[in-house]
């Protein structure tokens, strides 16, 4: 059995995670980003893409409220993050597993696991990324019972567009962008009954923010499981 999967992001009204520079922090409120850090104090595994590390540096640590670290997590195909990301800091009780391909260089992994990292290389996707089902069995068979994904929108889109996702807590603030990096790219829906639906939808307003938090459930039933 794969974890379970729980997607997790702040977007403007407007659908946009970011800015066109890329710049997202803050987006949510004081108020949501407690929510963020009990969610991951609650989940065994928070994953972000290689693109968030590069841009917005995570910690991925539970800091805002009590409870402990998560295994952090990059799904990072050519071993891009660099050797001084805060990912990699000490310090985290579960410590930090990079997922990569056959793209990263021995060396780079070498490198990597000096720094104290667990280097996961696993099979590609059609589209030469991390396999992302094969990344949620091997997190599986290392005790890892639940999954959080914090972004950005690379790597949400892969796991939604796999049929991996199986909660979706999405916190919307009122902020408009016009343009900007969308949460959810492209589907493959063409027509409004192929759309991917939220049910069980809990409605919780936090502080000037309204977080929704729902069971996703695809076309023709059915998951990535
Ligand atoms: N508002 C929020 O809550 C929030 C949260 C997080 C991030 N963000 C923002 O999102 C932006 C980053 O988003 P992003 O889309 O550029 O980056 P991302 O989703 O964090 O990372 C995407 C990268 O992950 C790697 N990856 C490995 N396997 C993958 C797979 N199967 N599917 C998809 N990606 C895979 C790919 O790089 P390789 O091919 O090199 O492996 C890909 O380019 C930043 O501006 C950040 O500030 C916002």
């Known amino acids: ?65 009590p409870g402990e670290d998560p295994l952090r997590v990059v799904a990072d195909s050519a071993l891009r993050t660099p050797l001084t990301a805060a990912v990699l800091a000490g310090g985290a009780a579960r410590g930090t597993v990079l997922a990569v391909t056959g793209r990263a260089p021995e060396r780079r992994c070498e490198e990597a696991r000096s720094v104290g990292a667990t280097v996961l290389r696993l099979p590609e996707s059609a589209e030469g990324r991390v396999d992302l089902a094969s990344l949620l069995r091997a997190l599986g068979g290392m005790g890892v019972a639940s999954v959080l994904v914090e972004g950005g929108a690379g790597l949400i889109t892969g796991l939604l567009r796999a049929r991996l996702v199986d909660r979706l807590a999405v916190c919307v603030a009122p902020k408009i962008l016009g343009s900007g990096i969308e949460a959810v790219g492209d589907l493959g829906v063409r027509e409004l009954s192929e759309s991917l639906r939220l049910t069980e939808t809990a409605v919780l307003p936090c502080g000037v923010d309204v977080i929704l938090d729902s069971r996703v459930e695809y076309p023709n039933g059915g998951s990535g499981n």
Request: aromatic share 4%; hydrophobic share 40%; charged share 20%.
């Open 1 to 65: 059995m794969r974890p379970t999967v729980t997607v997790s992001y702040a977007q403007t009204l407007d659908g946009r995670l970011a800015t066109s520079s890329g710049s997202s922090q803050w987006i949510s409120c004081p108020a949501s980003l407690l929510f963020a850090h009990e969610l991951r104090a609650s989940h065994d595994a928070v994953i972000v893409g290689v693109g968030t590390v590069l841009k917005d540096d995570p910690r991925l640590t539970v800091r805002r409220v």
